[in-house]
């Protein structure tokens, strides 16, 4: 059904809905994760910290293709033009093989000394290698989940998606419960288990995105013979659209993996309550990259409807209903932060400093949802390029290099650090606005 003026609201909700329960759902993982890691104590939850911001760093660094696929299957799917959906989708799978075989080397080979240079403790390190290496060894099937994916939604299929989620979820709690304390005929792994219950959830996901896009059980399709030939025209196209957003995630790859360093620089104790707070706050992130899903799907449609005047409102709708949501979880966590930390099971230390951290991050909620949901619609319209100066700004210029100065030349300390996020995210709504309504979105020609 093409988007109208009328169902504009009922789309919103019927593409970010499933986006944000399946969002919700990778977040229950890292949350679960960390309630059976913490029970092993602050080392191994360091650890899982430490080597889980390198794993996701590295992966959406190489996966800002998707960016590239998701503007050209939602505007090929709303000018109803199937053969360059299916074309699209099939390169994009044969890139996203590539691109995992360098994740997967670039893992393994550097486990240990990304996390030596990261600052973990010797006993952190110690732990955390075997866990990063074990996860990147699924790569390959990671990135094909990624494509698969971002090609479904953008066809405007996010149920899908979520259904994939769930099971890859069950499939998760259960071997990380029987491998990390070694239930009934299983060994006691630790954070070894935890990692190969990643790995195995992982390939499942790949396998059944796969075999949904190959029998046309979704709004998209892929033939074999899309995937079995390089098409230089899309490939060079998708690549032309995913290098704005490229080097953004590099860069912004590099400002976070500084953040949680100097993190890691104030202590073990400080690092794990940074891993708890972000594990909580992650429900509402989770809940606005389902509205800038839904964003990006419904601006590219727009477009490629030639409907410019219901692009923008799906703009200012996407963002007006992420920024309600994500202000009521700031308000949650501003008033009930202690019995959510308290599901952690920290030591005392541990949780004075969460408690500290969770309340700063209240007041960033509104802003992060504008900053979201207008970065999403402009790489659904195909401009990357603004997205990625509004991340260059925010994440090198403010969280870095203001974090640093809050936490060590003033003596903040972690207060510093999470403040710094704060001015990041009013900035960067600030820049993503400015470019909005410069307008170069609207002159963006995708052929």
Known sequence: MAITSDNLNRKIFDLSMPCIVENLLHTSIFIIDALMISRLGAKYLAAAVLAGSIIWRISFTLACIQSGIVAMVARF??????????????????????????????????????????????????????????????????????????????????????????LMNIVNVVLNWLLIFGIWIFP????????????????????LVLYVLSTGKSLAKVSMKA???????IIRQILRIS???????????????????????????????????IRIESISWMIGIGFAIATTTLVGQSLGQGEVGLAKRSFRNGMLLATG?????????????????????????????????????????????IAMTYAGGM???????SPMITGIIGNIFIRVMVGYVLAFTFGLGIV??????VIDWACRSVVILWFYRKGKWERVVIT
């Not at 360098?102 to 240079?117: C, D, E, N």
């Not at 074990?134 to 405007?156: C, D, E, V, Y």
């Not at 995937?227 to 230089?232: A, I, W």
């Not at 790859?253 to 500084?258: A, D, E, M, Y």
């Open 379 to 385: 790489r659904g319209a195909g401009d990357t390029l």
């Open 77 to 166: 799917y709303g000018a109803r033009d199937y053969r360059r959906v299916n074309e699209t989708i099939g390169q994009g799978l044969l890139l996203g093989t590539i691109v995992g075989s360098i994740a997967l080397l670039i893992g393994t080979i550097g486990a240990r000394p990304f996390l030596q240079w990261m600052g973990g403790a010797e006993d952190v390190i110690e732990v955390g290698t075997p866990y990063m290496r074990i996860i990147f060894l699924a790569s390959i099937f990671r990135f094909i989940l990624f494509i698969g994916t971002a090609s479904l939604r953008g066809a405007g299929d996010t149920r899908t998606p979520m259904f994939i989620t769930l």
């Open 243 to 277: 290098l704005p957003n490229g080097v953004e995630q590099i860069l912004m790859s590099i400002g976070f993996l500084v953040f949680v360093r100097m993190v890691a620089e104030l202590g073990t104790t400080t690092l794990a309550a940074h891993g708890i707070t």
């Open 325 to 369: 949501t994500m202000t009521f979880l700031g308000i949650v966590f501003l008033t009930l932060t202690r019995p959510l930390i308290g599901l952690f099971a920290p030591e005392p230390e541990v949780m004075e400093i969460a408690v500290v951290c969770l309340r700063i991050t209240a007041f960033e909620q509104p802003l992060i949802a």
């Open 188 to 207: 006691r792994l630790e954070l070894t288990g935890a990692a190969i219950a990643s790995a195995i959830s992982i390939t499942i996901g790949a396998f």
């Open 227 to 233: 995937v079995q030939r390089f098409n230089m025209g």
């Open 416 to 421: 510093g650090i999470y403040l710094a996020t």
